[in-house]
């Protein structure tokens, strides 16, 4: 079995990439480990300051906000940050899970009202480069009267732990699909000019389509009676987003090589092998 992968479009935030060579035992692996065991940086403590918080001029303000700390806690601990795959998880960090600068990143939040607080008043202790990625997520509203301080810890931990270690959404896979038309189907020609990427092979008897691409014109395809489908059970086509907490090729690069580790550690645990 001989694999490979290959890049089909790319952005900021999202990826879509061919796999080709593999079974589809071996997709799905690769699927399950984008979606759960990649590791991300998140806020997973939060201290607040309880009482009276007073400012320059004698003002007054109170630590009570509209909803519970632990809401805040909770949209603090789902805000995108920049994650070094670099980082030790704490469970496997020198100062024994205690939390120090090679697994662990601080943050502090002071604000006063009235005014939005946003995830970008979170402000990280000693490197700048671990400031949220998305500065305009809501946190909590305060009036005049309310202010909120606040320190939190941020580790790395992977989403098959909590919710908050998530870095992709929407991961998929699908196998290559070929779609053969004749050439004399009337709204081929339409489709041919509309949806470059997707033809395959053309000649004066068919057309031949793919669907790695998305477009609303092959959907046509369907309609037409000489329509013939192909599909390869050893041909994927994935596609899956990220948070901003890491670029999709950092995901992938690491995806794949984690699978390959955990694959041979179960070679190794086999008797005889």
Known sequence: MSEEIKILE????????????????????????LINDIPKLAISKVNFHHGEIRQEGDKVFSSLTSIFDEMIASRLGMIPLPTDLKMNERETCSCGGKGCPLCTVNYSLFMTGPGMVKSGNLVPVGDPSFAPVDKEIPIVELNERQAVMIDAEAYMGRARDHARFQVTSGVSYK???????????????????????????????????????????????????????????????????????????????YALERLVSRLESIVEKVPGE
């Open 10 to 33: 790319e952005g900021e935030n999202w990826i879509r990439f061919e796999v080709s060579g593999v079974t589809p035992s071996y997709a799905n692996a690769l699927r399950r480990t």
């Open 175 to 253: 196998y290559g699909r070929l779609l053969r038309v004749s050439a004399r189907e009337p709204e081929v020609e339409e489709i041919v000019k509309n949806a470059p990427k997707n033809v395959v092979k053309r000649d004066d008897r068919e057309v031949v389509f793919n669907e790695d691409f998305p477009s609303k014109y092959i959907a046509k395809l369907y309609r037409m009676d000489s329509l013939v489908v192909e599909e390869d059970d050893r041909r994927f086509i994935f596609y899956f987003e990220t948070d901003g907490s890491l670029k999709p090729r950092e995901v992938l690069d």
